[in-house]
């Protein structure tokens, strides 16, 4: 008898030549198996096994380093959130810009809707007619400059007022304005004369705004005619 030889690689079981007793180990195959099947499909994705266990509510796994967790899911990781304390910082920022706008607006509505000027004391004057440079054919005519002084209390401030004649006519409504600081107003009204003839003159005042105050004089134009 023979002793054993190596057998030639590929070369079946009953080759008359092979020795099963020393060399079976090396030609063991193992049985082919079939294919895994996936346990279920999500769109693309295959999924094997029974996936991953929803943690219960707060005890959740903490993420993975990497984003994935330990068993090797994937694990969605949201954008990270600015730190804290740069809201107040940047508010901080625009609070003194947003003060000293305030400021400057409060004061242009006080300029306008806040406190107006009183009127204090009216007083009405005149030195009467004084005659014209230039007489007429008969040395007559003359202006007289009427004057009235209106006392404030040093706030600004517009006046409204109108001068009233004894002939019957009218100023209109006029405006005088007062500024901060100003406690008087001066108000003139030049009342022309001519012709002979004497006439008793009155003008008055008449405050219409901010409070209603009424104040006059009377004087006498006279003109007997002059010599050429």
Do not use: K
Request: hydrophobic fraction near 35%; charged fraction near 20%; proline fraction near 13%.
């Amino acid at each position: 008898m023979t002793g054993p030889r190596n057998p030639r690689p590929g070369r079946p079981a009953d080759d008359p030549d092979y020795s099963a007793t020393e060399l079976a180990d090396h030609w063991v195959e193992a049985p082919a198996r079939a294919p895994a099947l996936p346990d279920r499909v999500e769109g693309t994705v295959l999924r094997f096994g029974p996936g991953v266990p929803t943690p219960p509510p707060g005890t959740g796994t903490p993420p993975h380093p990497g984003g994935r967790t330990p068993g090797g899911a994937p694990t969605l990781v949201g954008p990270v959130p600015p730190p804290p304390g740069r809201p107040a910082r940047r508010a901080r920022r625009y609070a003194l810009p947003a003060l000293v706008l305030l400021c400057v607006l409060a004061f242009l509505a006080w300029q306008r809707y806040g406190p107006r000027a009183a009127v204090l004391d009216v007083a009405v004057r005149t030195d009467g007619v004084v005659p014209a440079r230039a007489a007429t054919g008969d040395g007559c005519g003359g202006t007289a400059d009427v004057v009235a002084v209106v006392r404030t209390d040093g706030r600004p401030g517009t006046l409204t007022y109108r001068w009233l004649r004894s002939d019957g006519s009218t100023s209109g409504v006029l405006t005088e304005r007062v500024r901060r600081g100003g406690r008087e107003a001066r108000l003139h009204l030049l009342w022309t004369f001519s012709g002979r003839g004497a006439y008793e003159a009155r003008a008055e005042l008449q405050i219409l705004t901010p409070s209603r105050h009424t104040a006059g004089t009377t004087f006498t134009y006279a003109c007997t005619g002059g010599v050429r």
